[in-house]
């Protein structure tokens, strides 16, 4: 078993300090702040990489991983209303934020990889933005049906000028565009600081996980053992989606985590104006108080070791 | 100093209705509101202002009292069933009617 990042660590700390109710709280303006720099760096990484490598995205690639995206939220649902015996609004949520991504999740497995000096396709930032709206929209029409009076139009639309989109694209861009040479004047903030940046975007992560703990508690054992158990069933379907295009095990290991990861940021968002009788607690608090922390803690190393299996 | 009665429309809601709810004034024709970031506690819960996602707004509208009935009634019928929403209006006096 390999120790635990130092990074983890800041979670671990922000999740006790939220617990024991510390004088601890970071101003909006720095999360937001952080989390900016994250996407931004992580979109620039790739970039830089491509204009490296060069090489587009395979076809394949593109559909297998949109159709996953699609398909993830499916068993979600059909879990969350047979066996949770939860409504029809809350049982789609809870299946679009499972479809769906965390960035962190993927900074987290970014890191972990580059610490162990396993190497991963550059192109992999983009899998996040494939994977993040499909699942936002199954879970909307699970809910809703084609019918109805909803705002495609505009919720398509907020959803791909979302900020992490938005910012990992255009990071993306930047890379690609200005290259490893001209890159060279910024990196000392966007990639020598990456794990510094990572450890505050945890800290900051650990006090919001540890403000869902009461919520938790409220919903019981079905959200803790789905947000437990899902993750592990996603990394199989996609680290065996990631080893049929033929990625490398780093890659594997990141469409695994991806898949496993589950949306905080983007799903809630959404979901919370296009279905609004679903309650919103219960999908976040799994998400965030429960997946969020297995996935960086004991999933991860995991999923590398389910990537090297299957390479085996 | 000559003064105007207006209404002040006060709505504190889930930060993530702003925009819907700022597209619904423009439709209902408000002029103008201010938007603050808030925190407290209602009956959905402790909401903090620290994580934009989970966090509550405070609209104020100053209009006059049709339009801030017209408002309130289509918040009610909209977004009370379903959103954390606590709306209340006053008297207050303006200086520029042409405004508000």
Redesign the interface.
């Known amino acids: 078993m390999p120790t635990l990042d130092p990074v983890i660590w800041f979670f671990v700390l922000g999740l006790v300090a939220g617990v024991a109710r510390a004088d601890l ?4 303006a720095i ?2 702040f952080v989390s900016t720099l994250l996407l931004l760096a992580i979109g620039l990484k790739g970039g830089v990489e491509l204009a490296r490598d060069g090489g587009g995205l395979p076809l394949p690639e593109l559909g297998g991983i949109l159709l996953l995206g699609f398909l993830l939220p499916l068993p979600a649902y059909a879990v969350a209303r047979g066996i949770g015996r939860l409504g029809r609004a809350d049982a789609a949520s809870l299946a679009a934020h499972y479809g769906s991504v965390s960035v962190g999740t993927y900074a987290v497995v970014i890191g972990h990889l580059a610490t162990r000096g396993i190497e991963f396709e550059a192109r992999a930032p983009v899998w996040v933005v494939l994977l993040e709206v499909p699942a936002i929209v199954a879970g909307i029409l699970l809910a809703r049906g084609l019918s109805g009076d909803l705002a495609w139009g505009r919720l398509l639309r ?1 959803l791909f000028l979302g900020r992490s989109i938005v910012l990992l694209l255009g990071g993306l861009a930047i890379g690609w565009v200005a290259g490893p040479d001209g890159t060279a004047s910024i990196r000392p903030l966007f990639f020598d600081l990456f794990k510094g940046i990572l450890a505050l975007f945890l800290l ?1 992560m650990g006090l ?1 996980a540890a ?1 869902q703990l009461p ?1 938790l508690r409220r919903h019981g054992a079905f959200i803790v053992a789905f947000g437990l158990l899902a993750p592990l069933v996603f990394a199989v379907a996609g680290a065996l989606l990631g080893r049929a295009l033929g990625l490398s095990p780093g890659g594997v290991t990141v469409l695994a985590t991806l898949a496993a990861s589950a949306s ?2 983007a799903a ?2 959404a979901i ?2 296009a279905v ?2 679903a309650n ?2 219960l999908s ?1 608090t799994a998400s965030l108080a429960v997946t969020f922390p297995f996935n960086i803690i004991v999933g991860i190393p995991l999923y590398e070791r389910l990537a090297a299996a299957l390479a085996g | 100093m000559e003064q105007f009665p207006r209404r002040l429309l006060t709505i504190v809601t ?1 930060a ?2 702003e ?2 709810l700022l597209s619904e004034f423009d439709a209902l024709g408000v002029r103008g509101y201010t938007i603050s ?1 808030a925190r407290g506690k209602g009956g959905r ?1 402790r909401r ?8 509550n707004i405070r609209i104020e509208i100053v209009c006059d009292p049709a339009l801030a009935e017209r408002v309130a009634a289509r918040l009610r019928v909209r ?1 009370y ?3 954390a929403m606590i709306l209340f209006m006053q008297d207050v006096d303006v200086l520029r009617p042409e405004k508000f």
Do not use: N
Not at chain 1, 25 to 28: A, H, K, W
């Open positions: 709280r970071l101003p909006s999360y937001d907020e900051e919001i403000a919520t905080y940021i809630p968002a919370r104006t609004p009788e919103p607690a976040l | 889930e993530a209705l925009r819907e970031d819960g903090q202002s620290d994580w934009a996602q989970q966090g977004y069933e379903h959103y």
